[in-house]
């Protein structure tokens, strides 16, 4: 829904350090839920904060 997708945009660009990035359908959601899981296994394991990030965007 396009007004949701708004809303969270809004959310994400007030969290220092991050920008919101529409990456399509929530088709899209699955895969990057299922890496969301892994960050935080590995950040328990390693009691680290590892993250990624996505790079060559020009917004």
Known sequence: HP????TTAELVAKIP??????VGSLDAAAPV???TAVLLQV????KTRAAIRI???DI
Not at 3 to 6: E, I, S
Not at 17 to 22: E, F, I, M, Q, S
Request: glycine share 10%; proline share 5%; no cysteine.
């Open 3 to 6: 007004d949701a997708a708004t």
């Open 17 to 22: 350090g991050l920008r919101p990035v529409h």
């Open 33 to 35: 839920e299922s890496f």
């Open 43 to 46: 950040n328990v394991r390693y």
């Open 55 to 57: 790079t060559g965007l």
